[in-house]
Nanobody
Framework: QVQLVESGGGSVQAGGSLRLSCGYT?????MGWFRQAPGKGREGVAG????????YYADSVKGRFTISQDNAKNTLYLQMNSLKPEDTAMYYC????????????????????WGQGTQVTVSS
């Protein structure tokens, strides 16, 4: 069982920055950040292969968001810069404990553990 706890969400004006954190109780092979806006599906934002460090990003956030991990602190981060109103959503941390690589890192059903989410609101 992997427990994930997100923090760091909040309200910010467009162009601002936030850093989300996700504390985890046990290691996994892949981790990711997803978001879900009202009335929309859960979207993969960024992913990381925890052993090798490879990172993946949705086109909509490339160059603005950075995913990173601190294994010593058992924490996953999402640094979000140049935020836009369309980034407004509930953000979720996810972990995948299966050893084989996912077919698509951005597919929510590839992950078997989820946090409770943290809200990010960006005003124009």
């Amino acid at each position: 069982q992997v427990q994930l706890v997100e923090s760091g969400g909040g309200s910010v004006q467009a162009g601002g920055s936030l850093r989300l954190s996700c504390g985890y109780t046990d290691s996994s092979y892949y981790m990711g950040w997803f978001r879900q806006a009202p009335g929309k599906g859960r979207e993969g934002v960024a992913g990381i292969y925890t052993a090798g460090g490879s990172t993946y990003y949705a086109d909509s956030v490339k160059g603005r968001f950075t995913i990173s991990q601190d294994n010593a602190k058992n924490t996953l981060y999402l640094q979000m810069n140049s935020l836009k109103p369309e980034d407004t959503a509930m953000y979720y941390c996810a972990a995948r404990t299966f050893r084989w690589a996912p077919l698509r890192w951005s597919s929510f059903n590839e992950y078997n553990y989820w946090g409770q989410g943290t809200q990010v609101t960006v005003s124009s």
